[in-house]
């Protein structure tokens, strides 16, 4: 009976310790991450093309991972065509014409990976380096907050018709395909008018598109670009993007859970190098409103700063903030981590702070490791206020310093790292840390 019983209460405990490990940030009893990513994509060869993609796709096409496919140029898939690519297949975007693929509003992009067999869009060079292509652009038929509740990409495309680069409309649900266990590396080609091409731009999209298990690395613009819509937006994953890695705009409706980005010091850009930004528009004129603003409702994040000497990069200028909220817009982020940054988050000084405005900035439950500083109205170096505000014992947020080594299971793996947090290592204290002192 006493060994029945110290079994039980060995299990017990492990069960407890593995509920422990999950509560914040990334969650999973696995490591979602294995077999599918990939932190070294530049060490990778496909061979050379065998199909060639083109101009427009009017009919239903099916991708085969027995071929090679190389997007020539600008293509897309109009005419309410679906493009349908089967688990493992490779697609090369052109280096020489910097091909990119966009799905235009009422056809679909059906791009069903496996853990173990992903789709992989990359680049056709051998060397290859962030910006060797465009990059994947999904449009739909959902809100906007745009005059007219439409609009329309503006990266120098060069379309059959217009209407193939046009987003926006009605339609809450609509269906854009499915894009599940898909990479895209090496994207994010620079133009002279228009800045930078995204890894995954999704304009529009409605909430019965299916998006998980989407990674995108070593762009030269932001990664993920949501704008406008209402996606669904599960096991996401950021990877050294050279700007922003999840931005959202014009009127995005959008949920994010159990998502990753990973960001590094010594890859930034002037233009932008957040985890997160929320905003409703670029351009007060071209916003109505009296649509809807960008609304983020983000659970189980970790949001991660990789540094050789933090301190260090703290000091020259290296590391930036982690979150940026925008007036006129609303941000929740529960059983999250924040680890690494200066500060964590930036809050746009033509907010008010005041009781009305903080019910529309949420953080709860969220786990703020090694962030010098946390919370502040951008242009001002005192947060007293929202620091006594954020760190009551009702958001039950977490203030810690501790390295990544004992943050995190593995945080240094090149080959498989794991960003779950390991909360049993951590001397984790309630107490807001002095930051002057540093």
Not at 217 to 232: K, R, T, V
Not at 421 to 434: G, V
Request: hydrophobic share 35%; glycine share 8%; charged share 20%.
């Amino acid at each position: 009976m006493k060994t029945l019983l110290k079994i039980a209460v060995f299990f017990i405990c492990a069960s407890t310790t593995l509920s422990a490990q999950q509560e914040k940030g990334i969650i999973g009893y696995n490591n979602w991450l294995n077999n599918w990513t990939d932190f070294r994509p530049s060490q990778k060869t496909y061979g050379e093309p065998t199909q060639i993609l083109s101009g427009t796709i009017t009919e239903d096409t099916k991708l085969t991972k027995n071929d090679v496919y190389l997007l020539l140029g600008d293509v897309f898939v109009s005419n309410n065509a679906n493009l349908i690519i089967e688990a493992g297949t490779v697609i090369l975007g052109d280096f020489k014409t910097k091909g990119s693929l966009t799905i235009s509003k009422g056809s679909k992009l059906i791009a069903e990976g496996t853990q173990t067999d992903p789709i992989i869009f990359t680049s056709s060079r051998g060397v290859k380096k962030a910006g060797d292509w465009g990059g994947l652009f999904i449009l739909g038929d959902a809100p906007t907050n745009m005059f007219g509740n439409a609009a329309s990409l503006e990266f120098g495309l060069r379309p059959a018709s217009f209407d193939d680069i046009s987003y926006g409309g009605s339609n809450k649900d609509s269906n854009s395909g499915v894009i599940r266990f898909v990479r895209i590396e090496f994207a994010g080609k620079k133009t002279k008018d228009f800045g930078n091409y995204n890894g995954l731009t999704l304009a529009g999209i409605g909430h019965e598109t299916v998006i998980e298990n989407v990674m995108v690395s070593y762009c030269e613009g932001n990664s993920f670009s949501i704008l406008g819509g209402q996606p669904f937006l599960m096991k996401m994953v950021s990877f050294r993007a050279n700007q922003n890695d999840y931005v959202f705009n014009y009127g995005a409706q959008t949920e994010i859970l159990n998502s990753l980005a990973i960001r590094s010091p010594y890859v930034s850009s002037p233009y932008g190098s957040r985890c997160m930004v929320i905003q409703s528009y670029d351009d007060k004129e071209t916003s109505n409103s009296t649509k809807e603003e960008t609304v983020v409702n983000a659970e189980n994040l970790t949001l991660i700063n990789v540094s050789d000497n933090l301190t260090s990069d703290i000091e020259v200028g290296l590391v930036k903030e982690a979150i940026f909220v925008d007036e006129n817009t609303a941000f929740a982020i529960d059983k999250s981590v924040i680890s690494g940054f200066y500060p964590a988050v930036y809050i746009d000084e033509d907010i008010r702070i005041n009781n009305e405005s903080l019910e529309k900035i949420q953080f709860t439950r969220t786990y703020f490791n090694n962030c010098k500083g946390n919370i502040f109205v951008k242009g001002f170096s005192n947060n007293d206020d929202l620091e006594n505000w954020y760190g009551s014992r009702v958001f039950n947020n977490v203030y810690s310093r501790g390295p990544d080594s004992e943050t995190f299971i593995e945080a240094h793996s090149s080959k498989r790292p794991d960003y779950r947090l390991r909360i049993n290592k951590i001397i984790a204290s309630n107490d807001i840390d002095d930051d002057d002192d540093d």
